[in-house]
């Protein structure tokens, strides 16, 4: 037995053990395990749950997900699936030998499944292996309810309130079950999700009602309905709801549908179909298609004695009333993709319309008559059946994708061009067999070539978003009536031999090969690319040569610490993976026209054209998305004050974490957050703590070490530049710059990438850069560095290395040495901005303290020997002034102490600095305040300053 399927199975029948451990404190809930999040500040149970039979876990709240106990420890450990492994193998005494006796187990095990659900022998594992044995509860559908059951919930413990609740009865009528739909909100809107209701017993007698499915086989909609009317025609449809539009349409007809719609209609007793005539009115797409089909197989099988099709093209009409009440049918439309029944009665369609439509010719498919006469074929006939006219498609570079179809008399159809001409060249899949879809190839009018990774999970919908992908590249779609339904066909079909890797996100794939939007780069650049279901646009794009871009703009890098500085961490993310630095950010500041965007676009130009460069003002769910399109790249930001002050300091966070919001799926199970690793780079006329001031927020020293604010001002009088290279002012310059970066981008990046990947084939090479970050952060760290200076030193050290490497490379044309001086340059200038090498939180509560005393000094603090405690406004305490040493005493109340010294910080650290510095005067008994007699109060605790020590 596997490893992994091992400790899953042998933690599931611990089950209470392993949550206990790593649990603690949850709720036993039916069949789940409600915990409190360790993950999040979860406060209230009932988000994060654990189904105990399966291991499913997920937690509506974040949209983190998983399926079996080993990825719910590696999420809750924070760790590796594998030292998930290794964690519960230690807590259940699982050890190398234990896989034989791992087998015994499965046997036990399943013979313990061939017993009834009630059966409560409990599950032995061996004792050797210190397992404690614990029996699970049971639960067991009750059929029909039983009439002692209390009424039904009217909310999911984590989805809410029911919003429609569809009855599964008996054929007698009585309730088996209810299937429950829910409307969510997520980011994408009102989105619906079901659940089934059952009211079951456990093994241990308690009975209630579960959220869990009817057992096999499951019973069809209206089950009583079928039985009473014999003699009505069962219409099928996908779905409950629209089993009940079509019975408002049709109400000569008896409606049905499958539990779970389309995804498992072979789970459903089709035996009381025996005998019956059966119509399906399928749903207008692929997914209808084959709906459609399977439950005329399985109706076929269960003895129908008809069976027909709707051909729905007969209902692609405009309803219509006459001014004489009569229903008009005549007006033709493109049905929707996706068109339903409920659809139907929502767009005003009648009885009337609906019985109208059916008396046309052709509008049904006897699917036995078919069956019939493909049996009745013999072996001569079924080879002149394969040889005669079929439907299918054709594509060249002039005609197009062109579907010829066939009419009921095997007779072609007039050809119907689908589009200009697409190839299907691969199919496409991640590493683990998921996430299939068709590498699409085509050229636009101007003869570009575009790929474009299609996921197949778009299919799965009406297919407008694949279908605005391949427009915004320059394919022609034509219109009219099931263009975009043969569209689908053609591209679900599609049966390449060659198949392809693909991944969501750009950026490194196993070390090797660099994969971007529009290629890859490196060892598998031909067996991997990027495939995703977000619409973001990218800037990744070329102009010129490497020559143009070094002649034009590279060159004038040299002699300009913040151009060079800016170029290098352009290089710099690629490097990330290999060295193992944390995401962080840089914003140059000063005035206006200083070069600051100058030098962003500079930066942009390694990539791509201005358009690169993006906007701080964005949602924070916008960002997620830009940020997770630049992984393993420099994410470029301008004009820091657009974005709201109170938002600055939290989207800096959110970058530097390298991870975004979870969210909720359509199915209300949650889907992995957007990720990343990146440097981004900034420019605006205030620093992010400016910038959160306006809001009244302080900015912390999490976020300092951030988003770096390093000075535009390099110092030469010229803004940010220090040399012009000839030009006459520095606004010529900068125009001369950009100018350039428009016409010339893009090559600098391939080449880097190329060279790059054959870079860190060699394990010497990266030790090399690793001694190089070194030996940057030594020379360019003061002695009383603090933990915040020191990571900023070593994100920049990483900067200055892939500046020197792009300069080996040839890329940059500047001589060796001259990113190492740059960016120290730019360290320095950061570390006189900040006020030195110190801890910068240490130095926000000295200043707010010493802040107060010149504030108020004077006003809110009551002089000892005054007869008038009015003297003093809204007082913070007493002060006592000694005129030999002209130093003054001040005695602070200990609530203001805590809510107006200490506000924004931790009391014992601010308390524990003030004594380090002694501008705090302990007590003779070794506390932080004193028992003073202050006058007009009598004897209370206090915190008493003096100004002898502070400092200047």
Request: proline share 4%; net charge neutral; aromatic share 8%.
């Amino acid at each position: 037995m596997n490893e992994f399927v091992e400790v899953n199975h042998v933690a599931l029948n611990n089950i209470h053990k392993v949550l206990g451990h790593y649990l603690p404190g949850g709720k036993w809930q039916g069949n789940e395990y409600l915990a409190l999040n360790p993950r999040r500040p979860d406060k209230t149970l009932g988000s994060f749950s654990i189904n105990v039979n399966t291991g499913e876990w997920a937690d509506f709240a974040t949209e983190d997900a998983g399926g079996d106990i080993i990825s719910l420890i590696a999420y809750v450990e924070n760790v590796t699936q594998t030292a998930a492994k290794q964690s519960l193998s230690q807590l259940l005494g699982i050890n190398n030998s234990s896989v034989a006796e791992s087998k015994n187990v499965t046997q036990h095990s399943k013979a313990r499944n061939s017993l009834s659900s009630t059966d409560t022998k409990p599950l032995h594992i061996n004792q050797t292996n210190n397992v404690t044995t614990v029996t699970k509860p049971t639960w067991t559908a009750l059929t029909p309810v039983p009439k002692r059951a209390p009424p039904p919930p009217t909310k999911h413990p984590s989805l809410g309130l029911i919003s429609i609740k569809h009855i599964y009865r008996a054929s007698d009528g009585q309730i088996i079950c209810y299937i429950c739909r829910f409307e969510i909100m997520s980011d994408d809107g009102l989105e619906k999700t079901f659940r089934p209701l059952t009211y079951c017993r456990s093994n241990t007698g308690q009975e209630s009602w579960q959220w869990i499915g009817m057992p096999e086989p499951q019973i069809l909609y209206n089950l009583d309905k079928i039985t009473q009317y014999t003699e009505k025609t069962i219409l099928f449809c996908e779905g409950e709801k629209c089993a009940n539009a079509a019975a408002a349409l049709l109400p000569s007809y008896i409606t049905t549908t499958t539990q779970n719609g389309a995804k498992a209609p072979h789970k459903t007793d089709f035996t009381p179909l025996k005998g019956k005539r059966i119509c399906i009115w399928r749903d207008n797409d692929v997914t209808g298609q084959k709906y459609a089909e399977e439950i005329a197989r399985l109706a076929k099988e269960a003895g129908a004695i008809s069976i027909q099709i709707i051909n729905i093209e007969k209902f692609a009409f405009k309803p219509e009333i006459a001014s004489s009440g009569e229903a008009i049918i005549n007006t033709k439309r493109e049905l929707p993709d996706g068109w339903d029944a409920a659809d139907a009665l929502q767009e005003g369609y009648t009885t009337a319309h609906i019985v109208a439509a059916m008396q046309e010719p052709d509008i049904f498919i006897d699917y036995l008559q078919m069956e019939n006469d493909s049996k009745a074929a013999t072996s001569e006939s079924y080879a002149k059946l394969q040889n005669s006219p079929k439907a299918h498609y054709t594509t060249d570079k002039t005609a197009g994708v062109v579907y010829h179809g066939i009419n009921d008399k095997g007779q072609f159809l007039p050809p119907k061009k689908i589009c200009s001409n697409l190839e299907i060249t691969a199919l496409t899949r991640d590493e683990d067999s998921y996430n299939w879809g068709r590498l699409l190839e085509f050229e636009d009018r101007d003869k570009v070539p575009h790929k474009y990774a299609l996921p197949m999970e778009l299919l799965s919908g009406d297919g407008n978003e694949y279908r605005k992908e391949l427009l915004r590249g320059g394919l022609e779609i034509e219109r009219g009536s099931g263009i975009n339904n043969l569209l689908d066909n053609y591209i679900n079909q599609a049966s390449p031999e060659r198949k392809v890797i693909c991944t969501s996100r750009i950026g490194w794939h196993n070390g090797e090969t660099f994969v971007l939007p529009n290629m890859s780069i490196g060892s598998m650049s031909d067996q991997i690319i990027f495939q995703s279901t977000m619409s973001i646009p990218h800037n990744f794009k070329q102009k010129g040569t490497l020559d143009d871009w070094q002649t034009s703009i590279a060159k004038y890098c040299i002699g300009n610490s913040r151009l060079i500085f800016a170029v290098a961490a352009g290089f710099a993310p690629a490097l990330m993976q290999f060295i193992g630095e944390n995401s962080a950010g840089f914003n140059f500041t000063g005035q206006s026209s200083s070069g600051k965007t100058t030098a962003l676009k500079v930066t942009a130009s390694i990539f791509g054209d201005p358009e690169y460069v993006k906007r701080w003002r964005a949602t924070s769910n916008g960002l997620e998305g830009i940020a997770h399109m630049h992984n393993h790249m420099l994410l470029i930001l301008d004009e820091l004050a657009q974005v709201a002050p109170e938002e600055a300091g939290e989207i800096a966070y959110m970058l530097a974490n390298e991870q975004g919001k979870v969210r909720a799926q359509k199915s209300g199970l949650t889907r992995a957050p957007l990720g990343w690793k990146l440097l981004f780079l900034s420019a605006g006329e205030i620093s992010l703590g400016e910038h959160m001031l306006t809001a009244n927020k302080k900015v912390k020293a999490g976020q300092e070490v951030r988003l770096i604010d390093i000075p535009a001002d390099a110092g030469a009088k010229l803004g940010l530049f220090e040399n012009l290279h000839g030009f006459n002012s520095g606004a010529e310059f900068s125009r001369a710059l950009v100018q350039s970066a428009q016409n010339y981008y893009g090559t600098a990046l391939i080449v880097w990438l190329e060279k790059l990947t054959e870079f860190v084939k060699v394990p010497d090479n990266i030790n090399r850069l690793k001694i190089l970050q070194k030996q940057f952060i030594n020379a360019a760290l003061p002695k009383d560095a603090n933990g915040q200076v020191i990571r900023v030193a070593s994100i920049m050290a990483l900067i200055a290395c892939a500046g020197e490497l792009a300069t080996e490379f040839g890329i940059t044309g500047w001589p060796a040495g001259n990113a190492i001086a740059a960016v120290t340059k730019c360290f320095n200038d950061w570390l006189e901005q900040r006020g030195g090498a110190g801890n910068l939180e240490n130095s926000q509560i000295l200043s707010q303290i010493r802040a107060i005393f010149e504030t108020y000094g004077e006003t809110h603090f009551t002089p000892w020997d005054s007869n008038d405690a009015h003297l003093s406004y809204e007082r913070l305490g007493f002060k006592k002034h000694n005129s030999s040493t002209d130093n003054t005493t001040y005695y602070v109340f200990t609530e203001t102490y805590k809510q107006r010294f200490c506000k924004g910080f931790n009391q014992r650290t601010v308390t524990k600095l003030l004594l380090e510095k002694r501008w705090l005067i302990p007590g003779s008994d070794g506390a932080a305040s004193q028992s003073i007699r202050l006058p007009g109060i009598g004897t209370t605790r206090c915190y008493v300053f003096s100004t002898e020590s502070w400092e200047d």
